[in-house]
């Protein structure tokens, strides 16, 4: 049975409602104090709960992070949505608005990053979290696929559209990863630059 007071953080919430709220906690440790320094010690003295509460909704702390992930995968890809359905004038003017998006320039923010870098260094320690990060890739690999065949249709180009949004995911993730472990090291225009160097130089040239 959950002890129950008037506190805030340990009123009585609906199931669905108390295990989002573990969940987005998890998240917050993670983007504050990092891989080593969250545990599900530290996630329990942040709710003011004890671990058999948590052990309630989550067989144990892997699960947790994987939920956890699962839920930063599905932030970003329900943000990325309108841009994906927005018209645009142009498949370039929609490729430049994700490219936007992904690296965090016109969103993410620092608590994302930090959750990322944080999942980033568990994933050799934390095999539950393969399955997570494999579904997120897919489910990136084919909103970006449409993306890229349509800007490749839009320039009359021919090009391994499987090949190349392996390739593209690749550099974003690299450049976003930079940007956050090296703020200002790259700046904002700079990492447009780039990527679309990457992709006239691929849809342009496909042969080359």
Not at 8 to 20: E, G, K, T
Not at 150 to 178: N, P, Q, R, S
Not at 187 to 204: N, P, T, Y
């Amino acid at each position: 049975m959950v002890e129950t007071t008037t506190s805030p953080n340990r009123q009585r919430l609906p199931h669905d409602a108390r295990r989002r709220l573990i969940i987005e906690t998890t998240l917050s440790c993670l983007a504050r104090f990092g891989a080593e320094g969250t545990s599900l010690r530290l996630v329990c003295r942040e709710m003011k709960v004890a671990p058999s509460l948590v052990t309630h909704f989550f067989s144990g702390w892997h699960e947790l992070l994987a939920a956890a992930y699962d839920l930063l995968a599905e932030s970003f890809m329900a943000a990325l949505a309108p841009i994906l359905t927005r018209d645009f004038p142009t498949a370039r003017a929609r490729m430049n608005a994700v490219i936007r998006y992904y690296l965090g320039i016109d969103g993410g923010g620092a608590d994302t990053m930090g959750a990322n870098i944080a999942f980033w260094q568990l994933s050799r320690s934390v095999l539950d979290l393969k399955p997570a990060f494999s579904h997120f890739l897919a489910d990136r690999q084919s909103v970006l696929r449409g993306v890229l065949a349509d800007l490749a249709a839009e320039e009359g180009a021919t090009i391994a559209l499987d090949d190349m949004t392996a390739c593209f995911i690749l550099m974003m993730d690299g450049i976003w990863l930079e940007m956050s472990l090296n703020p200002g090291g790259i700046a904002e225009q700079r990492a447009l630059q780039m990527c679309w160097a990457w992709i006239d130089a691929v849809v342009r040239h496909p042969s080359a």
